[in-house]
């Protein structure tokens, strides 16, 4: 072998080296990517392939359901969809545990209603005062402080608050297999949204850190804010007055507002995330629209038609005649919570 | 020189060689980055330095105004800031545009007012019909159909319609040098929203394509919408009511409810954009506020305190007060249009 033949192989076959080294790393790379299974506390099912097969062929140009990077809008109820919602709205509670707190300062609570219906831990009487009862106790709680000084008291209560039944943080009942689609949907370039009837200000306290979804893909209900300034300070307050329900008709005139485009997959659980759905499914193009069935009374709760906390009656039916996913909780989720 | 050495220099050899070319790779790309003038239309001075300065160090890690990337949130007005607004905002050019379109079908504006003085061409009269008057253009022009067959209106006059004077598309009128900017703020991990007193749907229909801001990140005024089955298909109906209206106190309003994060660089041209400056402003950490002042009335328009449109005085004051960039469109702009 001469010297000059030397140099040859060395020039060329450097080329080829590491051609080959690339191609195994692609490779390599690809079948973890199909062996790792992106929903694994999913047993499998028509539900758990629906969604799978969704993401699949959405993120592949050429399949025939693809959709384009910027039109992977993904929309989650949050209440019963991706955390419980029983024996009340967590919400509730927080603001519950709002009035316990205060009730040094409101001695009047004692005996008007519905703060004394509170006070007494009485649900019922609580429930009974109604649509103003609970205006009460929303202006009450959430209300006449700013935005910064709201989120600083959710903030304690979420961090530090158990649920009445469970005894653990609120956070940790949020469901483990809708975290992994959280997840799922996002490392396949998705955005994922909350659209919930609870209040926009109150999730964007926890949302980035317990689903990662960022305040400004928070979209709830809320009060209405008004700009200060506060000895040259601005500030922005919250008043006792309704600004917007984010709930039924509202779920699709939110993300209209909010987004400005329709969502191509819908996530919810009850009659509240009907027009939601009905919004994502009827877009021109593919969509996915799942329903969250709480059929599992042992490790959560079983209900649907009957509940006054997330009623599922209309929405099932339409889930049925438009072939959308049902998640039947109980059969589909190997665990409910995270670990 | 014998085989073995040959093959020992061939082996070892190879990695040096792709470590050096690599390193020579980064070393060219980092010069490259900083020989590139990321904001080509500024001239050299105070506001291009501000913002050059402001971004360099927030995208570094460990520099004193570094800023976290989920922190990275700039707000930009838009008539004004991102493209012209004389003789009067383009989107009363739309309505007016769309009154002349609908006229056949409305005889009755021939007499009614402020419908007439659109007809005739009459802004003064337009004008003198005040808010009322103005409500009144709105709910014929922008109400009364789907958001979807309203985006299909606006769409097809952004393409066509042309400035009264200027005699190009209204998109011709945005500034280069505030693209620049844009361009230069997302490079570095900036999410860039639009916040102006304009329809949010109208805006939306051409943001991302002139600004590269999708519609998510498009904040304005509103109307009310209503969430309708038709013949069982879903729309989104748009009602002749005012929703929001986008200016002023209601800029950090809205900020907070769309994003729900402080923004850390604001940039406006009038007193509408003030609130939303010193919301930005009095965040905690860093921040840049930007006004642009409209001085070259040969290349562009020269107004601010006392022009009905893009009125600027209060926000020019607290400028010089608290030290916030104003830009000298006239000597700090190479050019106002792109080419």
Known sequence: MTEHQHQFDGNVGQKPWITVLLAVLAVCLQSTAFATDPLPSWNDGSA???IIDFVECAKSDGCEKYIAPEDRIAVFDNDGTLWSEQPAYFQLFFAFDRIREMADDHPEWQSEQPFKAVLDGNL?????SGKEGLLKIVAATHAG???EEFATIVHEWIETAKHPTKKVLYTELVYQPM???LDYLRANG???YIVSGGGIEFMRVFAERVYGVPPEQVIGSSIVTEFQLREGKPVILRKAKLDFIDDKDGKPVAINKFIGRRPVAAFGNSDGDLQMLQWTATRTGPSLCVLVHHTDGTREWAYDIDSHIGRLDKALTAAQEND????DMKSDWKVIYPD
């Open 48 to 50: 758990k392939t629906s």
């Open 124 to 128: 019922e009487e609580v429930a009974r």
């Open 145 to 147: 402080m700013t935005t």
């Open 179 to 181: 975290l992994e689609v």
């Open 190 to 192: 998705f955005k994922t």
């Open 324 to 327: 959308w996913s049902v998640v």
